[in-house]
């Protein structure tokens, strides 16, 4: 089949012959902007580091299947998502290895799995006790950096644990993240109390990114010397978002991506479980949570944040909006540079076509190509 399409950085004129969901042909015109403006845009397919699940399925639950997998796979495809990590948080320590072995298998027996999901990003446990900066991570189970404990993680994700998110300030962090550098996983800071020094320590020590950075904090911070600015100025830091419009006020994600730049920030929706479903009440993690409409997910009759409640698609299009970006950078925000972070060049790049204009949705009517 081939599609004609305007490519997202010149708007010109690009042809995409796929066969059976792979991309065989592209080639660029050097003509125009196309007349037609209903061929739709053509871009890299979206990659996220952190997708916690969606439709009710969570990759923490003690009784997630590998149909469950599938089923994740196939909706954040439908966003324009080719790849992505599954993300497990804190929890008991069988409660994790369960997460990663079935996502394992799931890899195993499915292409288009295997295909999606190069890794697993681990989200704590060794991160900060404090009300705050734990979010939404149960306290029970957070604890200090296990080097023994990880390995046997590792062991269970087939050694696919490519992102940890931890708080440098807990005793042993530093040494654990040298560890975690070497072996080629990358160390990223998040849901942490540290001191300006102690994140100057782990950068030192290898942390290369800030997991979605101005979430995950305490409500009142020092006015100078406080986590979120030491972060912010490290120029070896690369900074996670989330656009969507709920998590951050659009001048921090402007700052954050003006001090970054497009070069060095991912966009990431860190869908839940709840990412997908109908606007109502639901039952998850033992409480009660609502879904607004466009997405915000939060304690019932309260203001306060329970988890996304959209995926990539939706926060590129925030990201546009909220700090000013073009079309090319915010899909190379949420495509190619979290690619980039992890070291991943897959041989033929899946591609999306998908509609836009300037101050409207993101719609993505195609992925083709894997991985």
Known sequence: MLLRGRHYESGRPIDVRHEDGRI???KA?????PADREAGWIAPALFDLQINGCLGISFNS???TSDQVRTVVTECRRHGISGFLPTVITNSSGAIAHGFKTVVRAIESDSAVAAAVPGFHLEGPYISSDDGPRGAHPKEYVRDPDADEFRRWQDAAGGRIRLVTLAPERPGALPFIE???KSGVVVAIGHTAATPAQIRDAIAAGARLSTHLGNGSHAVLPRHDNYVWEQLAADELWASVIPDGHHLPASIVKSIVRVKTPARTIITCDASSLAGLRPGRYREWGMDLEVQPGGKVVVPGTPFLAGSGVFTDTCVAGAIRMAGVSLADAIDMASTRPRELLGLRPAGLPMMLFDWE?????????VFGAG
Do not use: I, K
Not at 29 to 33: D, H, L, V
Not at 358 to 366: E, M, Q, S, T, W
């Open 24 to 26: 065989v042909a592209l």
């Open 29 to 33: 015109e050097a003509g125009p902007e």
């Open 62 to 64: 003690p009784t997630l």
């Open 179 to 181: 560890q975690l550098a």
């Open 358 to 366: 300037p101050g409207g949705d993101f719609v993505v009517r195609d």
